[in-house]
T-cell receptor, first 115, second 113 residues
Framework: EAGVAQSPRYKIIEKRQSVAFWCNPI?????LYWYQQILGQGPKLLIQ????????DSQLPKDRFSAERLKGVDSTLKIQPAKLEDSAVYLC?????????????FGPGTRLLVL | AQSVTQLDSHVSVSEGTPVLLRCNYS??????LFWYVQHPNKGLQLLLK??????LVKGINGFEAEFKKSETSFHLTKPSAHMSDAAEYFC???????????FGTGTSLTVIP
């Protein structure tokens, strides 16, 4: 079974530029998550999709971050414009369902450095 | 609201000695609890999870954790550490509907040969 795929793996941009990350979840997984992991901290949930609908985006900085999952499969996360404090690893995860006991499967992450 | 506290940011053990990584949680509901491991430059991997069945949960690579409701704890243990166990470990709590999934700040485990 193929895992969660993310690209790119690394990205370096200057502040005020825009950047986009892509995620392809495990086939058949209805729920998709984006996390931000700042160095030395645990991952923080940014947004959660169930199929192509948003379940929770309460911690997404909506003035600069956006995410979509138009066909209920792969997803993109965009930052526009980027700030220095956005430097982090962005993790995508997927799970079969929405219930609290569902296991989340994580991709390798995209490491973003904002200069 | 849910939250987790990992009581140690760093733990060092000698190879072959027991491992104890401590986690306390706070939850308004009957929680699901997880331990994930993150090796350098690798993705997060599930070690084990508690979902209101048996309170002693066995996971991969010889790890286990015990859910203690009275102590609101979910500590991770392993009888004998191996060099390959060196990694970052995260305790995670989830609410009933899965849209409240909170990670602790992580415990870095060092295994000394």
């Amino acid at each position: 079974e193929a895992g969660v795929a993310q690209s790119p793996r690394y990205k370096i941009i200057e502040k005020r530029q825009s950047v986009a990350f892509w995620c392809n979840p495990i086939s058949g997984h209805a729920t998709l998550y984006w996390y931000q992991q700042i160095l030395g901290q645990g991952p923080k949930l940014l947004i959660q999709f169930q199929n192509n609908g948003v379940v929770d985006d309460s911690q997404l900085p909506k003035d600069r971050f956006s995410a979509e999952r138009l066909k209920g499969v792969d997803s993109t996360l965009k930052i526009q414009p980027a700030k220095l404090e956005d430097s982090a690893v962005y993790l995508c995860a997927s799970s079969h369902g929405l219930a609290g006991q569902e296991t989340q499967y994580f991709g390798p992450g995209t490491r973003l450095l904002v200069l | 609201a849910q939250s987790v506290t990992q009581l140690d940011s760093h733990v060092s053990v000698s190879e072959g000695t027991p491992v104890l990584l401590r986690c306390n949680y706070s939850s308004s509901y009957s929680p699901s609890l997880f331990w994930y491991v993150q090796h350098p430059n690798k993705g997060l991997q599930l070690l084990l999870k508690y979902t209101s069945a048996a309170t002693l949960v066995k996971g991969i690579n010889g790890f286990e954790a015990e859910f203690k409701k009275s102590e609101t704890s979910f500590h991770l243990t392993k009888p004998s550490a191996h060099m390959s166990d060196a990694a970052e470990y995260f305790c995670v709590v989830s609410g009933d509907t899965g849209n409240q999934f909170y990670f602790g700040t992580g415990t870095s485990l060092t295994v000394i040969p």
